[in-house]
């Protein structure tokens, strides 16, 4: 198995199923909906739509597309000092943009 599998495996484990994790520790009473809304923030990568080529698997998203920008991600910090929806709105988006740092610094490319 080479790099690229195992770099690809971590990401949508890290997009698709850890965020049950995160639904089920800290939101147990209404992890259904809270995982509904953590998949929801990958909306996030429609701003890709806007990248030539829209995919390219050595780009580094954080920094490059408009939603993860540093001046989005201080927005997705702000948003953790909101109550309810927002607030897990924001550790969704957050959590996102850690996955993509983790995709581009920590494997191969």
Known sequence: MD???WKTCSHYF???IFPTFIALIFYRDHWKKVYCILLATML???DHLF??????PSRNS???HILHSYYAIAVYFLMLFFKGNIRIIGIGLLFHMLTDFQDYHF???
């Open 107 to 109: 494997w191969c490319h």
């Open 44 to 46: 996030v990568d429609l």
């Open 3 to 5: 790099c690229f599998f």
């Open 51 to 56: 990248a030539d080529p829209v995919f390219d």
């Open 14 to 16: 890290l997009h698709l």
């Open 62 to 64: 954080i920094g490059f």
